[in-house]
């Protein structure tokens, strides 16, 4: 694309020459002298090379000498017919030639894409293998940790669906689907690592950190918070209707029906009065319970007893949000953050990796040890012993790919996987 810009650049410096032949022809013409038409770029030509000698040109009718003053005025008059031309007329032109230039390229990748494509995933499945073959151990056990789990978790489901306790019906409900996104977002969490994307597995973590602290707090504080908890649907729907009320329009969309409206603000007010102001808040469900008028994540973090998961969250938000430091520090780029990631990379596993480890198995035990028998206890003890072999495997892993990008780096050559 490079090739445009410089044909666009090279434009861009023949205007003031351009605007001079425009000149040039009106002095001509106002002479009574109609130039041919390459008469004014050969004059223009001669002027702009400093030839201290008279222009001859022997082309045309006319005979005699023609004198041609340009004035400060003149040079004022070219400058001012560039600078309107670029803002007034060049954006246009751009927009005109990119939108005609871009179709025929377009259909000349799009005629190319299927090798390009081809190379592209045998590059990949090259990269896939390497990966596997240094943290497969650690990996394949993070997999064996997520099969447990749902297994568990469903096991768990059939036995008490049928002899649910009474009056922890909602309480049982909601963490079981707790467990059960936990149990998507892990699985999305090994995606991510086997396909080289740290960073977004550290994100994806975040979200899975989330969900276990809700579990925990949901389960020590019982069926009374698991009803606040579930009915402030009612509030985070409210929310989403002001939101969408406010820039539909602008993206075209319908409105809500006046009928959908009316329905979410009627129960958002009569959740509001049936708990309170404080319920309005981002986790207002827990203010009764964690006793604060507007609770925090830290809030529900300290109170399910995992205030020390604050540094790795942060990192998390780091890998969610637009912030400065997500701009350089990169779990793919092991410790190299004066470089730039765009892609993959096999670096930056092990950190996302064990942390999901530690989370599915606290989710795990929370929803599955509420009334556990001897079959939970001994998979609960299953589950911690796999949990903690992952981050030895993964620290091997780990360990092992720091060496080899040392040796490389020192041979000058790139660890490619």
Known sequence: ???????????????????????????????????????????????????AESFKYSGGKQ????????????????????????????????????????????????????????????????????????WGEGLGQLRMLLTIAREWCQEAHNRETPHETPGKKQLRE???????????VTDEIVCLLENGFADGAMARWRTLHEIEIVAAVVSQHGEGIARRYLDHQAVESKRAMNKYLNCCAALGYKPLAQREIDAITKAYDAAINQYGEVFKSDYGWAAQHLKKKHPTFADLEADAGRAQMRSHYQMGNDNVHAGVKSMFIRLGLLDNYDGMLAGRSNGGLMEPG???????????????????????????????????????????ADKRLRRDDKKQKSAGEVLTG
């Not at 377009?106 to 990966?131: C, I, M, N, T, V």
């Not at 206890?377 to 091997?396: C, F, G, N, T």
């Open 354 to 396: 064990q942390n999901t480890a530690y989370t599915l198995t606290q989710i795990s035990a929370v929803v599955c040890l509420s009334q556990p028998n001897m079959d939970d206890l001994v998979v609960a003890a299953m589950m911690r012993l796999l949990r903690d072999e992952i981050p030895k495997s993964l620290y091997k």
């Open 63 to 134: 005979t005699g000498d023609v004198a041609l003053t340009l004035k400060e005025d003149d040079a004022d008059e070219i400058t001012r017919g560039v600078d309107i031309f670029c803002e007034t007329q060049l954006p246009k032109v751009l927009r005109d030639v990119a939108a005609r230039v871009a179709k025929p390229i377009l259909k000349d990748l799009e005629s190319r894409w299927f090798d390009e494509h081809s190379l592209q995933q045998a590059d990949l499945s090259g990269f896939r293998a390497r990966l596997e073959s240094r």
């Open 1 to 51: 694309m490079d090739v445009l810009q410089r044909a666009l650049d090279e434009a861009m410096q023949s205007l003031p020459s351009l605007f001079l032949e425009k000149l040039i022809t009106k002095k001509l013409q106002g002479q009574g002298i109609t130039p041919p038409k390459s008469l004014p770029a050969k004059i223009t030509k001669h002027i702009l090379s400093g030839a």
């Open 174 to 184: 909601i963490l079981i689907r707790l467990f059960v996104r936990a149990c998507q």
